[in-house]
């Protein structure tokens, strides 16, 4: 898959993915971007591993760092968001907001298959 700037990502992991969301960010350390998250250094490692990853924390990492869901977790469209105009063209496209509300409100089960889902998805 060839994006605007002739880059190939479909070989890009998500592990690389988020790797090269970290860098943009100027997080150089593990350590920081899991403070930043507010999770453990070795889930970030685990992340970078290509290991598990919820849906609610790739929408967190998404949202705290403004990149965009699918590009983190399915490798398409760029790692920004659209801009403010282009989803005005496109208005019926949730925001990620909005899909991380809608997904805390599952009930946990509900959560867990389509965390499963969504892995699938990225294998």
Not at 5 to 13: E, H, K, P, V
Not at 39 to 44: F, K, L, N, P
Request: aromatic residues 6%; contains cysteine; glycine residues 4%.
């Amino acid at each position: 898959m060839m994006d605007h700037s002739g880059s190939d990502r479909a070989d890009l992991s998500r592990g690389s993915r988020l790797r090269k969301a970290m860098s943009e960010k100027g997080y150089a350390k593990q350590h920081a971007f899991a403070v930043a998250l507010d999770v453990s250094e070795s889930t970030v490692t685990r992340w970078l591993a290509n290991g598990p990853m919820s849906l609610d924390s790739a929408a967190d990492i998404c949202l705290t760092f403004n990149i965009s869901l699918d590009w983190l977790v399915l490798g398409r469209g760029e790692m920004r968001p659209l801009p403010e105009a282009a989803k005005r063209v496109i208005p019926e496209a949730p925001s990620i907001v909005t899909f991380a509300r809608l997904y805390k409100a599952l009930p946990p089960k509900s959560r867990e298959l389509l965390d499963s889902f969504m892995q699938s998805l990225s294998a």
